[in-house]
């Protein structure tokens, strides 16, 4: 079946922009996760949804950092007022749930590039 | 703060085992193994969990010490294809913490 798909692939934009990335997870998911990747380091949790609440946002770099997940399946994270700083590939990831020793579906990424 | 601790790279030659290892010295009683690889320009891939038991499945085998404060894993016959980042995480199998921690990885280069 579909895994995770995350569009647009890649996202080049001009510092002070609004940008908004998309996550389609597996379908019947509940739980969803942002992840923030830099270059040469280890994916960083952002947030995680459980149905259509954010579950925890502690990973949220700062208020211009922002998600939603309205109907509990697809999810945006927006960026308000871009830095160069939030160059990265954001990663998406779907589990059945939460709890337990579930594995997290991973899509491929978006490159953010803020110039 | 990593939980783990993994050597940064290792070489492997093709067709030959490849046994990652790494340590988690202040592993709870409550807290799973669990290894991701991340081949370039993808995402995370799962590939095996595991609490105490020695654990295999269809990608590799999964070690634990007895006191489970470290653990190796094994790709039986490693392939070209195998070439990735390697992430070695503890992260508790209740309801609660969900998050993955990774850490920087092991980069495993496979040669032919």
């Known amino acids: 079946g579909a895994g995770v798909s995350q569009t647009p692939s890649n996202k080049v934009t001009e510092k002070g922009k609004y940008v908004e990335l998309r996550c389609d997870p597996i379908?019947?998911?509940?739980?969803l996760y942002w992840y923030r990747q830099s270059l040469g380091q280890g994916p960083e949790f952002l947030i995680y949804?459980?149905?259509?609440?954010?579950?925890?946002d502690s990973g949220l770099p700062n208020d211009r950092f922002f998600a939603v997940r309205p109907e509990g399946s697809v999810s945006t994270l927006k960026i308000q007022r871009t830095e160069r700083g939030d160059s990265a590939v954001y990663l998406c990831a779907s589990s059945p749930r939460a709890s337990g020793s579930n594995e997290q579906f991973f899509g491929p990424g978006t490159r953010l590039t803020v110039l | 703060d990593a939980k783990t601790t993994q050597p940064p790279s290792m070489d492997c030659a093709e067709g030959r085992a490849a046994n990652l290892p790494c340590n988690h010295s202040?592993?709870?009683?409550?807290?799973?193994v669990y290894w991701y690889r991340q081949i370039h320009s993808q995402g995370p891939q799962y590939i095996i969990h595991?609490?105490?038991n020695n654990e295999t499945n269809e990608m590799a085998s999964l070690i634990i010490t007895e006191d489970r404060k470290s653990s190796t894993l094994i790709l039986p016959h490693a392939t070209l294809r195998d070439t990735a980042v390697y992430y070695c995480i503890v992260r508790v199998g209740g309801t609660n913490d969900y998050k993955l921690s990774f850490g920087a990885g092991t980069t495993v280069t496979v040669r032919a």
């Open positions: 595991g609490l105490k």
């Open positions: 949804f459980q149905g259509t609440g954010a579950a925890d």
């Open positions: 202040t592993i709870s009683g409550n807290e799973y």
């Open positions: 379908s019947g998911h509940t739980a």
